[in-house]
């Protein structure tokens, strides 16, 4: 799915730092899903980097 289009790293962390919340988060997760009848986390997982995923939870963890 993310590797039909350029993904840009940098862009999808400033996504998830504007999300701005945990319950922003399962918005986006539950829209996603909704759309798609997919689950976000795990097609993230399969299409970035363990290295990536780690950045894109520290930022999800800093978040109340």
Do not use: H
């Not at 986006?28 to 009848?37: D, I, S």
């Not at 097609?43 to 939870?57: A, F, Q, R």
């Amino acid at each position: 799915v993310w590797r039909d289009r350029l993904l840009d790293e940098n862009k999808l962390y400033g996504v998830f730092r504007n999300i701005g919340s945990k319950a922003g988060i399962s918005q986006v997760a539950e829209k996603y899903y909704n759309t798609r009848q997919k689950d976000l986390l795990s097609e993230l997982k399969d299409e970035l980097s363990p290295e990536y995923m780690g950045t894109i939870s520290q930022i999800i963890s800093t978040y109340a």
